[in-house]
Every structure is written in structure tokens, then in C-alpha cells.
């Protein structure tokens, strides 16, 4: 059967892709898969069975949008449900990738969401990036975890099992694979340093407005009530940012809490209490010393 040119360059397009989620350690022995719509009754998928990093265009695979092939000399990906079920709560956009990119799923695994206002970057781009429910791969479970996420979010992180992002081009739903990553790279070491300084909640409302201005297509606002995103689909991205008038950076633990909370007050069971080494020394000294007296 022949192929349009435009055919021709999602398939070429998906190979790189691929290749790229495979150099970068994303993805690992046949892992990972890539969808793009071809029109409104077909879409095109990566193959099972097969390395990301070692696919040709003509391994690509058609199907309809319940999931039967339509052509191809190979079977579909058997997490073509979950993109399914994105592209159904996702009439705007036109292409899906899964990978696993290994910080990002770290946090997916500890059950850690990128959701705090850390980076500019990712607050205009992708927002919030939330954690889906565990759900077995290859079964209804997933989509039905991704459901819940998916018409907010243009990026998730799937308990214990990765990634999945989309946008309106395979290569753009790639880049913001690699923005999860670098996000997940950054926190991961600002958080061994001990700290994050997190933007403050005026500020990610500035940074939503200049969403509009430099023409970023975002699936829905921003906002910081969690209530607003519970329930059966969410409507927002929740991102956590503390409210500073004053300051754009709020430290997340500003100073040294050793016997009072961020407040003043005393701790309570959910404070976090944080000493300098020469701090905890002495106060290691003075029990011993209480104990001898």
C-alpha cells in the first residue's frame, strides 16, 4: 500500500523519536511506545516486540481507534489502550509517547509528584506533572488511571511505571518527555542538597499569564486548592507554591527550625525539623551531660 508524504514523515518522525528516547536511556530493550493520528479514523503506532532504538518506518503498525489493526506486518504495541483512552479525552492533540526515563519514574515509584512550583520553565510549559494511579500495564487499569489526569495535564508520571506525555506533534510529545526528565534531574538534586526554594504563588499566577502572551497551549489553568482536581477527572494543574506577596522565592524550610515550626509556634507532628551537625553535637553534649548530673 502506498503512503502519503505526510505519512511518510510521521513514520520517519516516530523512528527518531525512538531513537532519541533510546540514546537518552528513557526506554530499555523493548519497552516504551509512540502513537500519532493519521486522520479521524486511523492512527499509527510503534510495533511489539521491538527496540525503540532499532526501528524502521516500515515497522510502524495502523489501527482504528478501538484498537484493531488495519495494516502493518506486525502487532500494536500492547499499551495502545492507554493511548486510546488519551486520544478520546484529547480531541486536540495528535500524538502520545510512553517512556521510562529514570528519574522521572524514581518519583513515579516513591510516589513523589512533580507538582511544586520549582522551575519557570516547566510552570508556563507543562504545569503540573501529577502521579496516575497504579494500574497493571496492558490491561483497562492503566487507562482508567490516566483518565482521571489526562484532559489537565500534558504530562503524567505513572505509579511504579514511568512516564507518558502528548502534544499536538510526536516530536513536540518527546520534548516535553525530556522536560519531565530534566525536571525530575533538578529536583532530585536540589532535594539532596537539603532544600528547594520554590516560587511563590504570585508569582506562578504571573508566569500562567504569560502563558497567553507567548502563544503556550495549555490544557487547563493552574491553581493550588487540591480539592479542585479531585473527584473523577481533574480540572486544573495543581501546583504547590507558598503565598508571598513580598517574595517571588520561598524557601521551603527558611532557616532552622530546631524548636519552633515556619511559624514560631511550637511543632506539630507533621513539621519538619531540620539542625546543623554542630547544632545536633550539642545537643548530643548537653543530654550526656544532663545525665551524668
Sequence with gaps: ???????????????????????RGYVASNDGNISVRLDDRRLITTPKGVSKGFMTPDMMVITDYSGKKVSGERDPSSEL????????????INAVVH???????????AGIPLTRAVLAEVVTTLGSIPIAEY???S???????????????DGLLLANHGAVTCCKTVMSAYYKMETIEHFAKISLVARLLGREHLLSREEVERLQGLRGMYGIAAPA????????????????????APESPRERLVPDVPGVRALSGADGRAPSGDD????????????????VRNLRE
Design 1 to 23: 500500500m502506498s503512503t502519503s508524504r505526510a505519512e511518510e514523515q510521521i513514520r520517519a518522525d516516530i523512528v527518531e523519536a525512538g531513537r532519541r528516547l533510546y540514546a
Design 81 to 92: 489502550p492507554m493511548h486510546l483512552e488519551i486520544y478520546r479525552n484529547r480531541p486536540d
Design 99 to 109: 517512556a521510562h526515563p529514570p528519574l522521572a519514574t524514581g518519583f513515579a515509584v
Design 135 to 137: 494500574g497493571t500495564p
Design 139 to 153: 490491561t483497562s487499569e492503566l487507562p482508567e488511571a490516566v483518565r482521571k489526569y489526562i484532559k489537565a495535564h
Design 221 to 240: 489553568a493552574i491553581c493550588a486548592d487540591p480539592a479542585e482536581a479531585s473527584g473523577g477527572q481533574a480540572a486544573c494543574q495543581v501546583i504547590e
Design 272 to 287: 519538619e525539623i531540620r539542625l546543623t551537625y554542630r547544632e545536633l553535637t550539642a545537643l548530643i553534649a548537653d543530654a
